[in-house]
């Protein structure tokens, strides 16, 4: 995720992160869950399953310290036992050729995780290319999009509309 994505995806979610519990899935490097734990989240879960991102997020949460407030799960990210019961703040930043493989797994997902692992007054965020997705296929969940170039953010809540 671009730097400047980035920082407009958090200039969004800030007021949600005060002693928020994160799920980070595809977290690669752990970018988003450790600027999460930089902004006043209480803990992450990260989720990752390739050996040469995972070498990098241990080390980066060695660099900063913070290995009491986070869980490293080496797993698929969109199996459910990688998940947590109740995260305020899922991100998922999938690798942009899973969207176009397997898009029908990923909004299966994304639906589970909103209903089942997303707290009462949680969002999800979901990385996308530009126009890789549209509002019909998140309902029921609420949902808008921002776009930033040729990336979209999807923030998904649970309910209708």
Do not use: C
């Not at 671009?2 to 490097?29: C, K, M, W, Y």
Request: glycine letters at 6%.
């Amino acid at each position: 995720m671009l730097d400047r994505v980035r920082e407009a995806l958090f200039s969004t979610i800030q007021p949600r992160l005060r002693d928020a519990v994160v799920l980070d899935l595809f977290a690669g490097s752990g970018s988003l869950g450790l600027e999460a734990l930089s902004r006043g989240a209480r803990a992450v879960r990260f989720v990752e399953r390739g050996a040469p991102a995972l070498a990098a997020l241990r080390k980066n949460v060695e660099a900063l310290r913070a290995r009491h407030r986070v869980e490293i799960v080496v797993g698929d990210a969109l199996k459910a036992t990688s998940w947590l019961p109740a995260a305020d703040v899922v991100f998922l930043d999938p690798p942009y050729a899973m969207i176009e493989q397997s898009r029908a797994r990923v909004l299966r997902v994304l639906a589970t995780l909103v209903e089942s692992h997303l707290a009462d007054d949680g969002i999800a965020v979901l990385h996308v290319p530009h126009g890789a997705l549209s509002a019909e296929e998140l309902a029921p969940a609420r949902s808008r999009v921002r776009r930033y170039g040729t990336n979209d953010l999807w923030y998904v809540e649970r309910g209708t509309g």
